[in-house]
């Protein structure tokens, strides 16, 4: 139930945009008289403009006895739902491969078991590995469908959405708080709240950078866990787009392969 | 294992390591991974049923172990291997000759999960795995009663469940599509695999299992028919009078021919979301069963310095005969001190035929509520037993019909919180179990508990069979606070009277253990 947080991270990472801190990107006008709903719409295109992509990441924990403790793991992505992802560290979980297509169709071969298991949707209420992502985080692949949005405010540099949950979403999150930056129309900061309205959560993502095959993408995004004091930083290793990804890398076929 | 094969291991895992670490261009295709291991258990008493003359508090285990799994290769070819070095911490050396040998002093064992050669798109869509690997079958936890293509390695009952690697040729053909629905596909993941098992294995059984053939009061609980209970009333005559009870158990495996090799087929998909699965297996059962039974007459030593030195005791009517008239007359000899009584007994393995079905989905109407079924029915021939009481003629008797049982294994699990996960199940007829009259009810539950950022796992997980209400307790806590790197504390607590499924000295003794791990 640890991968889940994985398929979240390719969106957190892979952000297509224009140049940062530079002037309103000239559809936001058009976005924002349209309304929240089209702006947030347009913030979910763009965290995924590819075919196919590979991403390399590395996860660092901070707080309490974390002092250091490193994740990494390759991510294969076909179109929006399809994600198999491959665990390098923690060496305990080397060989541990997931294949996800869904919220709810997820399959995971762990290798000291030698078998491939069908994972339970409850799995979501589960952390990933102690670190600060949880599995509803992880299955946000957009927030388009699970939130509602309205414009909070405006200031220079951000449009502040307020999500707020829609009836039926299966998510343990009753409001987000989205800071969409003007130049980019991409999401650089996410604060999550409970039910209660209060903050548990914020996501902030920063080093916008041009990869090699062009487009850009946040390097780095801090989760902070304010619950509990602690936070995962999410490097970007490797960005491959647009390469060829056999169907089969999304089946059991590819999970069961090798030792 | 003798010198030849320790150097024969060293130098594998000296070519892998520096093939490894040599960086050459197509280094990019090996993979490594591993674990070193310590392993240190001790017998904490507590249990009914003791062996005699065996200490309460003993160490069970010192093992330290060191694990590789490696794969090699370039494009849709890939060579796997993954295999143990085991120091067994326990010297075996009982002579002079003993101590001047390496072997002896400092016993070590090599164990291997897979060395096999796996060949994708050997055919379109069609995977080929040749060679010495584990094929796990079924989704059930633990008892998988589909699983059977490998035996169970029961040696250690802290690692309950794994299998021992085969050597088998296996093909897999997966479905290059899928039907598409609106959120997600209605029929995807169709596969066949097919499996063919040149030579059988015995499953590996636990010291303490040798008891069920070697105590007449464990024997008993295992003793399906009148005719061995008749026997074993007599042999606990002898045991009571001072004889000495002697056992030879031989193992009698299939042949290796063409006739005795064994196959299996699964076919697999998702339908809606739910898993699927369908299988047949055709082979033997991997847990031995007594087939042919010698029940010697008393001897004297044959070391004695008596006259009867070595000679039987006669005249003790035939027990399969008359049972009563033989108890009448070995009751009239006041003791048996200074005889041997031998019994030689022939361990089998029966033929089976295996089909099965399994299913697991996650209802999503229940919070996402992970279920999953696994049955298996296997069909036997009537099983027979010679049994034979000193001179007297063989007596041949039908241990059961030609027949079929189902065995059955269902559950789920939950994630209350995100740090509280739960797990149940139902298993009809344990791995050890054969035979519509012998399989039993079980439930098995547990929880894991993730506490302090997950630095520290608190799992606590039973069995408990329903008919003698025995049990077994494994609790176990884990500290995971260094990098790769995790040291469990633990106990296996067995509980239930004496003859009971785990009351019983043949399911091992109470347990704590210390295990460390190091992982790269």
């Known amino acids: 139930m640890r991968f889940l947080f994985a398929s979240f991270l390719i969106c957190a990472l892979t952000l297509s945009s224009s140049e940062a801190n530079a002037a309103p990107d000239p559809a936001l006008e058009g976005l924002l008289k349209t309304g929240a709903e089209a702006l947030l719409k347009e913030v979910d295109k763009r965290s995924f403009p590819f075919e196919t992509q590979i991403l390399r990441v590395r996860m660092t924990m901070f707080g309490g006895a974390d002092k250091g403790r490193q994740l990494e793991m390759t991510t294969h992505i076909k179109g929006l739902n399809k994600r198999a992802i491959a665990f390098h560290k923690p060496a305990d979980l080397k060989g541990m491969r997931v294949v996800i297509k869904g919220r709810n169709d997820i399959k995971v071969r762990v290798p000291e078991l030698n078998k491939v298991r069908k994972v339970a949707s409850h799995a979501r209420r589960q952390s990933f590995y102690g670190t600060d992502w949880s599995f509803d985080d992880m299955t946000m692949l957009q927030l388009s469908p699970d939130f509602s949005p309205k414009v909070l405010k405006q200031t220079e540099k951000d449009v502040i959405l307020e999500l707020t949950k829609k009836e039926g979403a299966d998510l343990s999150y009753a409001k987000l708080t989205v800071y969409v930056d003007k130049a980019t129309i991409t999401a650089h900061k996410i604060e999550y709240f409970d039910d209660s309205g209060k903050i548990i959560r914020e996501q902030v993502r920063s080093e916008l950078t041009t990869m090699p095959a062009g487009h850009k993408a946040f390097k780095k995004v801090v989760m902070y866990d304010k619950t509990r004091d602690h936070k995962t930083i999410v490097d970007l290793l490797k960005d491959e787009s647009n390469t060829d990804i056999p169907d089969s890398t999304f089946s059991r076929r590819w999970l069961v392969r090798g030792p | 294992m003798n010198l030849l094969k320790r150097?024969?291991?060293?130098?594998?895992?000296?070519?892998?390591?520096?093939?490894?670490?040599?960086?050459?261009?197509?280094?990019?295709?090996?993979?490594?991974?591993?674990?070193?291991?310590?392993?240190?258990?001790m017998a904490i008493g507590g249990k009914k049923d003791r062996p005699p003359g065996v200490d309460e508090y003993r160490f069970l285990r010192n093992e330290n172990t060191a694990r590789i799994t490696t794969s090699m290769g370039t494009g849709d070819v890939q060579a796997v291997f993954d295999g143990s070095i085991v120091y067994e911490g326990f010297p075996r050396a009982t002579t002079m000759q003993g101590l001047t040998n390496r072997e002896d002093v400092d016993p070590v064992r090599m164990e291997s999960e897979a060395l096999y050669l796996e060949i994708f798109d050997f055919l379109p869509s069609v995977d080929l795995r040749l060679g010495r690997q584990v094929m796990k079958w079924g989704s059930a936890d633990i008892f998988n009663p589909t699983s059977v293509l490998n035996p169970y390695d029961l040696e250690d009952p802290i690692k309950f469940g794994e299998a021992i690697a085969t050597e088998m040729a296996t093909m897999r053909w997966s479905a290059p599509w899928y039907i598409e629905g609106k959120d997600?596909?209605?029929?995807?993941?169709?596969?066949?695999?097919?499996?063919?098992?040149?030579?059988?294995?015995?499953?590996?059984?636990?010291?303490?299992?040798?008891?069920?053939?070697?105590?007449?009061?464990?024997?008993e609980r295992y003793a399906n028919t009148q005719t061995l209970l008749d026997l074993i009333q007599l042999q606990k005559a002898y045991e009571d009078g001072g004889g000495n009870i002697l056992f030879d158990l031989g193992v009698e495996p299939p042949d290796t021919s063409l006739k005795n090799m064994q196959y299996g087929a699964r076919v697999g998909?998702?339908?809606?979301?739910?898993?699927?699965?369908?299988?047949?297996?055709?082979?033997?059962?991997?847990?031995?069963?007594?087939?042919?039974?010698?029940?010697?007459?008393?001897r004297r030593d044959p070391n004695s310095l008596s006259e009867s030195a070595g000679k039987a005791l006669t005249g003790i009517p035939d027990p399969l005969q008359d049972i009563d008239a033989t108890m009448e007359v070995v009751n009239t000899i006041p003791s048996y001190e200074g005889y041997d009584v031998l019994t030689e007994i022939q361990l089998t393995f029966p033929r089976v035929q295996v089909i099965g079905?399994?299913?697991?989905?996650?209802?999503?109407?229940?919070?996402?509520?992970?279920?999953?079924?696994?049955?298996?029915?296997?069909?036997?021939?009537?099983?027979?037993?010679?049994?034979?009481?000193?001179?007297?003629?063989?007596?041949?008797?039908?241990?059961?019909?030609?027949?079929?049982?189902?065995?059955?294994?269902?559950?789920?699990?939950?994630?209350?919180?995100n740090w509280w996960y739960t797990n149940i199940q139902y298993v009809h007829g344990f791995v050890d179990e054969f035979g519509k009259e012998n399989l039993k009810d079980y439930i098995v539950a547990g929880a894991d508990f993730k506490l302090f950022q997950e630095k520290v796992l608190v799992r606590l997980f039973g069995i408990s069979q329903l008919q003698d209400k025995s049990f077994l307790l494994f609790p176990?806590?884990?500290?995971?606070?260094?990098?790769?790197?995790?040291?469990?504390?633990g106990g296996l607590v067995f509980g239930g009277a004496a003859d009971s499924k785990f009351g019983g000295r043949e399911t091992g003794s109470n347990t704590i253990f210390l295990r460390g791990r190091y992982s790269f």
């Open chain 2, 7 to 41: 150097k024969f291991v060293f130098l594998s895992l000296l070519t892998a390591l520096t093939v490894l670490w040599s960086g050459p261009s197509w280094a990019a295709d090996l993979y490594l991974r591993g674990y070193l291991e310590t392993d240190l258990r």
């Open chain 2, 357 to 417: 079905a399994d299913f697991s989905a996650s209802l999503e109407s229940l919070g996402g509520l992970g279920v999953w079924a696994e049955a298996a029915m296997t069909f036997h021939d009537a099983l027979y037993r010679s049994i034979r009481y000193a001179d007297y003629p063989y007596y041949i008797e039908r241990e059961a019909n030609k027949d079929a049982f189902v065995k059955v294994t269902a559950g789920m699990d939950y994630s209350i919180t």
């Open chain 2, 476 to 489: 176990q806590l884990t500290l995971d606070y260094w990098q790769d790197t995790k040291i469990a504390l």
């Open chain 2, 269 to 298: 998909w998702t339908l809606l979301g739910i898993d699927m699965g369908l299988m047949a297996y055709q082979g033997f059962d991997d847990i031995a069963r007594a087939e042919r039974v010698n029940a010697n007459a008393p």
């Open chain 2, 184 to 219: 997600e596909a209605i029929f995807e993941e169709l596969s066949l695999t097919l499996a063919a098992v040149p030579i059988f294995r015995p499953g590996m059984l636990p010291d303490s299992a040798l008891y069920a053939f070697t105590e007449s009061t464990v024997f």
